[in-house]
């Protein structure tokens, strides 16, 4: 308890520091949070496309036609094989779609015809894919629940429409989730630099040799003083992170309390026990408690300018983006790039996460081994 | 006599140096012995082996007649050790410094406030408590660091020159707090280059030089290993060689100096001396300003003995 009480004591004596570099965090992220709200909206621009319909304007097909004639411009052009080449050619058309004869019949039929496309494979044809695709997915969904037509096209267009609010909703969110990304992101710094400078200087503290002599000597074993130092060191990292995690809501809203705001909070978790242990291991191997500012300098500031924690990764160079993936920080900023451009978590995305927390993960149990080596030599006297 | 602390030919190598060679000595429950040598001659050294704070090339320390090794606790927590270095946290009070320190032997919370509060009071410190040692003079410096080391009542205590350093008003006042913690029971290893402290306070004294016990005893016993018994000084401007030949047979005398107008006469007994040296002065018509007698100090013992000056 002695010692659990005297980490917390010593921790106040530096709290000027913590509250600095706490503010530091609300300032700069609050301020990019204000600089970043007005995005550009992409999507409410119109693919241009054409369509080559060898099939009768009724049903299913006439809808499909319809549908697309809204979401997209449809291009007027001769229907030959040359137009559409120069129109796609000079871009004039990013997107044609072959509807096949008897595309109604057998779509009904359930024989799940094809429709072949071509396409220039810019952004104007992602779009065009996009909504073609949502509708052609739902269709094929449908039309294996309904046999009466009328019934499937309307059954198909409540479910576009219901698909469209979410995208229109998360469309809001990605304003949101770029504030987030860039406060939890910018919060790596005052993390780290809090971290290393309470921590190491702490335990600098404690291991320097003058008093380490004195808590050798006395009768408290030492795994109980390792114990409680590890205990007192937790309730630190807890404290921080709920601490950010309360200043993400005040600084940025109630965008936290979404799957990505959570997902950004447990990315958080992971990187303050990673900040912890680096710190332990340089707590353990500076000499003179001063040394935690120095290094704090260094690692702190140089690990967030690297990792793209003050400047968005994209504008880094590529040699700086190398060098940087030998820091936690790095591994960290990036899990928020995709925690922001992620709608749901599965597939490609979830991977990269789980790789970079598993990086984290692994960052730490290497400082961990690193400090055990270093303080059982330090225990050896001679 | 209990004998508490056996070191038995303890020796402790740094590369090629023999920083401790071959110690053998005992510590006698409720004595103050006193490890007396220059700088650099072991003290330190001597006493981190007996703690297990280092590793020792070869001999056995015993403690209350069992081995001392760094994970005896039941052993350490009978025992106090004040480092010659103020180890102290910059960052606590001179109260919670001393918590701190007690805590870690004692758990029991009444117990411990007051005895950081005992503590406070041996060394006389107790208006300094809610002071950052930053604030603290280096004679306050040093009563806290012996009150960090000796707050939780231990049996036996190191102290590794306590008073380097020290103004006369906190060295006096240290050196009462030492008598106090002997008075109270402890059994205490105190070490030191200033022999006027180890003729005050210790029961026993040990010589170390060049890691090596060159004499031991108790401070009477080790003024008579020196041959000069009395040291006669005589301030005066009237003396030729004449004279000094005619004092060197005087009866008794082993040696005579003149140098700088003051004459110096070394005694091999202590009988009639003062006597003898007025009678000739007088008789001779001499006249002279001032008479000084000096028994024997342990820095003449170790003069003698090494060839050398104690303090340099
Ligand atoms: N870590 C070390 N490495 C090498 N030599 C050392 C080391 N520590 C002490 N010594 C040497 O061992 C000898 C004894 O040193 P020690 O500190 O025990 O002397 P001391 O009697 O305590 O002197 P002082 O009065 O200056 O404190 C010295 O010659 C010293 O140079
Ligand atoms: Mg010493």
Redesign the pocket.
């Known amino acids: 308890m002695t010692i659990f009480k005297t980490f917390f004591k010593i921790m106040l004596k530096y709290k000027f520091i913590i509250i600095m570099y706490t503010s530091m965090t609300i300032f700069f992220a609050g301020m990019g949070v204000q600089s970043n709200s007005s995005e550009t909206d992409f999507s409410e621009t119109k693919p241009n496309i054409y369509i080559v319909n060898n099939d009768e304007e009724v049903g299913i097909t006439k809808d499909l036609v319809e549908y697309l004639k809204q979401k997209c411009e449809i291009a007027e052009l001769e229907n030959s094989k040359q137009a559409i080449e120069d129109a796609m050619f000079y871009r004039d058309v990013d997107y044609v779609i072959y509807i096949p004869q008897n595309f109604r019949a057998d779509f009904i039929a359930r024989k799940n015809p094809q429709i072949e496309i071509k396409q220039t494979g810019n952004y104007g044809a992602e779009l065009a894919k996009m909504n073609f695709e949502r509708y052609l997915k739902v269709a094929q969904r449908k039309v294996l629940e309904f046999d009466n037509e009328d019934e499937l096209i309307s059954e198909i267009h409540k479910v576009i429409e219901r698909e469209t609010e979410v995208d229109l909703r998360e469309k809001i969110d990605t304003t949101k989730m770029a504030k987030l990304s860039r406060y939890f992101s910018f919060a790596s710094y005052s993390i780290l630099a809090i971290t290393i400078y309470v921590l190491a200087t702490i335990l600098a503290v404690f291991k320097e040799e003058k008093i380490s002599k004195r808590t050798n000597i006395s009768s408290l074993h030492y795994k109980k003083f390792n114990k409680s130092l590890f205990a007192a060191s937790s309730v630190f990292g807890v404290a921080l992170w709920v601490v950010f995690v309360v200043l993400a809501i005040i600084v940025t809203g109630n965008g936290v309390f979404t799957i990505n705001g959570m997902a950004y909070i447990v990315n958080m978790f992971v990187f303050i026990i990673c900040a912890m242990c680096m710190s332990v291991f340089i707590g353990n191997i500076i000499k003179d408690k001063n040394a935690a500012n120095a290094m704090v300098n260094i690692i702190a500031l140089g690990s967030s300018f690297l990792c793209g924690a003050f400047v968005p990764a994209q504008y880094l160079p590529d040699f700086v983006l190398k060098i940087a993936h030998v820091l936690p920080s790095y591994w960290y900023v990036n899990t928020n790039g995709i925690i922001e451009n992620c709608s749901n978590f599965s597939g490609e995305a979830l991977n990269t996460i789980l790789v970079n927390t598993a990086v984290l993960i692994g960052f730490s149990v290497l400082f961990m081994i690193l400090t055990n080596i270093v303080s059982s030599k330090r225990r050896k006297i001679d | 006599m209990e004998s508490i602390i056996e070191v038995k030919s303890l020796t402790k190598r740094?590369?090629e140096?023999r920083?401790v060679d071959d110690l053998s000595f005992d510590v006698y429950k409720g004595e103050i012995l006193g490890l007396l040598?220059?700088?650099?001659?072991?003290?330190?050294?001597?006493m981190n082996c007996i703690l297990s704070l280092l590793n020792f090339d070869r001999g056995n320390i015993k403690i209350y007649g069992k081995e001392m090794t760094p994970n005896a606790y039941d052993i350490k927590r009978k025992i106090g050790v004040v480092f010659?270095d103020v180890a102290v946290f910059d960052e606590l009070t001179v109260y919670d410094n001393i918590d701190y320190f007690c805590g870690l032997y004692i758990t029991d919370k009444k117990m411990k406030k007051k005895y950081v509060d005992d503590a406070m009071k041996l060394v006389g410190i107790e208006e300094y408590k809610k002071y950052f040692p930053k604030q603290l003079s280096g004679g306050l410096l040093r009563r806290l660091n012996i009150a960090c080391g000796i707050a939780h009542k231990p049996e036996i205590i190191f102290l590794?020159?306590p008073t380097v350093a020290v103004d006369p008003q906190s060295r006096n006042n240290i050196l009462e707090g030492i008598e106090t913690l002997r008075k109270n029971g402890a059994t205490i290893v105190y070490?030191t280059?200033y022999m006027e402290e180890v003729e005050i306070l210790c029961d026993r004294v040990i010589i170390?030089d060049k890691?090596k016990i060159i004499a031991s005893g108790t401070t009477d016993e080790l003024k008579e290993l020196a041959k000069t018994k009395e040291k006669i000084r005589v301030e005066t401007k009237e003396l030729g060689n004449k004279e000094i030949h005619e004092i060197k047979k005087l009866s008794c005398v082993e040696e005579v100096l003149y140098k700088d107008n003051i004459l110096e006469v070394m005694y091999t007994d202590e009988n009639n001396n003062l006597e003898n040296i007025i009678g000739y002065l007088k008789s001779n018509n001499i006249k002279y300003s001032r008479i000084f007698s000096e028994r024997p100090t342990l820095n003449d013992v170790f003069l003698e003995l090494t060839g050398k000056e104690l303090r340099d």
């Open positions: 740094y590369k140096k920083a040598g220059p700088n650099g001659s072991g003290k330190s050294t001597t010659q590794d020159e070490t280059h170390l890691g």
